[in-house]
């Protein structure tokens, strides 16, 4: 364990004096933390929220709204289309940081003197996959909290906080994002130890958020409803898929191809 | 009081390329051995076969007592490497990439240990400096201090002295003469001749096979003999023919006033040949020794070495490996 938070402690001070890397960690949660906010505010200052009515939303959502007025139902519709954002999260700031780490280590030829260590595959994958994790998942819980926060503040009602802080909100931000997370670490790592350059790791390991990009426009066209049915089956499927994932990583990092193909 | 390492026809294979053949060796205990060879033939790989970096595709080694392929983690933990670049973490400070690495190894005491190597190599001026503030001297000198944080038994450094300004080189050869006076064993992978000539007990020219191993004195013998010039005032031709008639000598040159004499033990010998060319009549001005570097053996050594694999590729047949160990 002494090692891998070595890993992890080293990973951070490498990784957050990067101001790109530090950018774009601290960016997008804060954007999609601020930008339902903004439009809660613009749309509750115009008095939207009370001319939307319940027949204006999808069907399936009427059911969600079971004992909340027009205006806290459409509130709550407005911020459900957010809820995606927050698996974005957990998404995209591991795949920064974990897509760099082996093939950063690569071409500044560091990763040489660390594999001479006595450090096993094992420590050195999971120091750098934690390194990757927690920032992520530590963002992501953040950001919910600060939204939550702000949304209270901003006057929404307590029947609608109540909805966001319901199991379905609390699966999608405590369980799955962390295991979205874990799935993103994975995939950026096994193409870190493939490719060759940074960029190329960086742009290809970003691809893992496209299913969650097209879960998020399939729900604002109204193709998609996300409920604790579907959550549920994703945290499941997820399960499945970070635990091959896990393996399949261990397995693709070969000390010894890593170290003699590259030159 | 086992070998520090022993390797039995090791062996590395790439694709078709064997990179590593049937590598024989044992290296002593407080040992400085040198480890020569063209690029490409194949050093760096056995050092990290021998650093248990990766796996060698035949034969066995032990290192520092611990069996290759069986205790490798043993192995890492007793082992210091520098490789061939200095790979260190550019945003860290000098202190910090030695603590980071410190750790690894579990280094007891680390705070005193790393303090105690950027003094020692010269470095606690510049101890929270981001390691890309460095000069490459100075960065080469941090990575050997990382090599040697955790105390190895054992010490492979590829190319220390490459690509350093001759100021910075020299401090780094300095600090391995300090190394050797210490008794630490140490594999040295360099190009530079003088060096290993300076600083190893024993040398071997490699070029995916072992060409041969011994010291560099019984490699000069063994190639060209030893030769010993006399300088005398004047050269008569009697004087070949005086030293040309004693058993003990190899061969006599005469150059201008210059008698070049190749012969056995010269330290025993050279009295008895000085008196009868003396009683001839000769007039010596001085004695000396024609020493050859070891640049000559080791061109010497490749290019017997690429003629016999020639032939052995003309004739279907192995190159011969020469190889011998002089107490």
């Known amino acids: 364990m002494d090692r891998i938070m070595q890993i992890v402690r080293k990973e951070w001070a490498e990784v957050f004096r990067n101001r ?178 940074p960029r190329v790791a960086e742009q290809i390991s970003v691809l893992v958020i496209l299913p969650m990009l097209g879960l998020f426009f399939g729900q604002i066209s109204g193709l998609i409803y996300i409920n604790e049915k579907m959550i549920i089956w994703m945290a499941a499927g997820l399960v499945v898929l970070d635990t091959g994932l896990l393996a399949f990583a261990t397995h693709l990092f070969q000390r010894e191809s890593i170290l003699t193909r590259w030159k | 009081m086992t070998a520090a390492i022993q390797t039995t026809n090791l062996c590395r294979v790439f694709g078709a390329l064997a990179a590593v053949d049937s590598l024989t060796v044992s290296i002593e205990r407080g040992e400085v051995f040198g480890f020569l060879g063209p690029n490409g033939a194949g050093k760096t790989t056995t050092i990290r076969m021998l650093a248990a970096l990766i796996a060698p595709s035949a034969g066995s080694a032990s290192v520092a007592g611990y069996k290759l392929g069986k205790d490798d983690q043993q192995i890492r933990s007793r082992v210091g490497i520098l490789t061939e670049s ?90 391995i003469a300090e190394l050797k006076q210490a008794g630490r064993t140490i594999f040295l992978c360099t190009h530079n001749l003088e060096e290993a000539d300076r600083l190893c007990d024993r040398v071997a020219v490699f070029n995916s096979q072992l060409v041969a191993v011994d010291t560099p004195a019984a490699l000069r013998y063994r190639l060209f003999g030893r030769k010993v010039v006399f300088h005398l005032l004047s050269m008569q031709p009697v004087f070949k023919e005086i030293a040309s008639a004693f058993d003990f000598v190899q061969n006599v040159q005469v150059f201008e006033n210059k008698l070049i004499v190749t012969l056995e033990d010269p330290e025993k010998k050279n009295p008895e040949l000085v008196r009868a060319l003396v009683s001839a009549g000769a007039h010596i001005q001085f004695i000396g020794e024609i020493k050859r570097s070891l640049e000559d053996i080791y061109m010497q050594l490749l290019e017997t070495n690429r003629g016999t694999e020639a032939a052995g590729d003309i004739n279907g047949k192995n190159k011969t490996v020469v190889e011998e160990k002089h107490g």
């Open chain 1, 20 to 197: 790109l890397v530090l950018f774009s960690v601290a960016f997008l949660p804060l954007m999609l933390t601020a930008l339902p906010l903004v439009i809660l505010g613009a749309v509750g200052s115009g008095g939207g929220m009370d001319e939307m009515m319940a027949s204006d939303l999808p069907g399936e959502f009427g059911q969600v709204c079971a004992g909340l007025d027009g205006a806290d139902c459409s509130q709550y519709f407005l911020l459900s289309q957010f809820m995606l954002m927050f698996m974005l999260i957990p998404l995209v700031i591991p795949s920064t940081i974990a897509s760099y780490s082996i093939v950063g280590e690569k071409t500044t030829r560091t990763l040489e003197p660390i594999l001479a260590t006595p450090i096993t595959t094992l420590e050195f994958l999971l120091g750098k996959s934690l390194a990757a994790f927690a920032p992520g998942v530590l963002a992501t819980w953040l950001g919910f909290g600060v939204f939550t926060t702000g949304a209270l503040l901003m006057g929404v009602g307590e029947a609608v906080i109540g909805r966001i802080l319901s199991p379905l909100w609390l699966l999608a931000v405590l369980v799955v994002g962390p295991l979205l997370a874990v799935m993103s670490v994975c995939v950026a790592i096994m193409v870190s130890s493939r490719v060759r350059d």
């Open chain 2, 86 to 175: 200095p790979g260190l973490y550019d945003n860290l400070s000098a202190e910090r990439n030695l603590a980071f690495f410190g750790r690894l190894y579990r280094v007891p005491d680390l705070e005193s240990q790393v303090d105690r190597y950027l003094k020692l190599l010269g470095l606690w001026g510049r101890r929270q400096d981001p390691a890309a503030t460095l000069s490459r001297g100075m960065r080469q000198k941090l990575a050997i201090a990382r090599a040697l944080l955790h105390e190895p038994e054992i010490l492979f450094l590829d190319e220390p002295t490459s690509g350093l300004d001759p100021e910075a080189a020299r401090l780094v050869r300095e600090f």
